[in-house]
T-cell receptor, first 116, second 113 residues
Framework: GESVGLHLPTLSVQEGDNSIINCAYS??????FIWYKQESGKGPQFIID?????DKRQGQRVTVLLNKTVKHLSLQIAATQPGDSAVYFC???????????????FGSGTQLTVLP | ETGVTQTPRHLVMGMTNKKSLKCEQH?????MYWYKQSAKKPLELMFV???????ENNSVPSRFSPECPNSSHLFLHLHTLQPEDSALYLC????????????FGSGTRLTVV
């Protein structure tokens, strides 16, 4: 079946550096993509999303890039801080065939560790 | 708080027990979901409710039984579970059909002994 996957399971960066977390997806019908951050003991927290009619979207210290040609998604975190240490998931989304609600397919996650 | 509240936060149950997980959202969303998160595995969708109607069941064993009495509340009834069912169970909600505002609760950490 089609799935979303992440290139690297772990990523360590120095505090203050920029972080780039990558994600590959395989379902060309997906039209909405979301990045989540999950800290230990908590549920996934929304970071930023992007629709398939865009190739870049910026938030506060975060940028998501979408390359539909190669089915690639990335999350860039500027000036990474210790509080950014967490597992980051990308998810691709499309409507269920029944037309109701939304299905999210998640990758397995990347553990980001910020070094002092 | 994200606006999606799950209780209890932690649950330990024996294989012959019956228990229920509760999820409540105050976001005005019409769709609610149950996900299972096991160690080192991607989040797995279990059930979807849209306007209180179950619209998706991802081949989940019958020992898991969902209930959605209204658009704000979602339950997961557990009966005769196995140790491999131990996981973090996450509830989420969203505006129906659009994906906007897809929000997760903090989850219930379930241990089956």
């Amino acid at each position: 079946g089609e799935s979303v996957g992440l290139h690297l399971p772990t990523l360590s960066v120095q505090e203050g550096d920029n972080s780039i977390i990558n994600c590959a997806y395989s379902n060309s019908a997906s039209d909405y993509f979301i990045w989540y951050k999950q800290e230990s003991g908590k549920g996934p927290q929304f970071i930023i999303d992007i629709r398939s009619n865009m190739d870049k979207r910026q938030g506060q210290r975060v940028t998501v890039l979408l390359n539909k040609t190669v089915k690639h998604l990335s999350l860039q975190i500027a000036a990474t801080q210790p509080g950014d240490s967490a597992v980051y998931f990308c998810a691709e989304s499309l409507e269920f065939s029944s037309g109701s609600a939304r299905q999210l397919t998640f990758g397995s996650g990347t553990q980001l560790t910020v070094l002092p | 708080e994200t606006g999606v509240t799950q209780t209890p936060r932690h649950l330990v149950m024996g294989m012959t027990n019956k228990k229920s997980l509760k999820c409540e959202q105050h976001l005005g969303h019409n769709a609610m979901y149950w996900y299972k998160q096991s160690a080192k595995k991607p989040l797995e969708l279990m059930f979807v409710y849209n306007f209180k109607e179950q619209t998706e069941n991802n081949s989940v064993p019958s020992r898991f039984s969902p209930e959605c009495p209204n658009s704000s509340h979602l339950f997961l009834h557990l009966h005769t579970l196995q140790p491999e069912d131990s996981a973090l169970y996450l509830c989420a909600s969203s505006q129906d059909g659009t994906g906007a505002g897809y929000t997760f609760g903090s989850g219930t950490r379930l241990t089956v002994v």
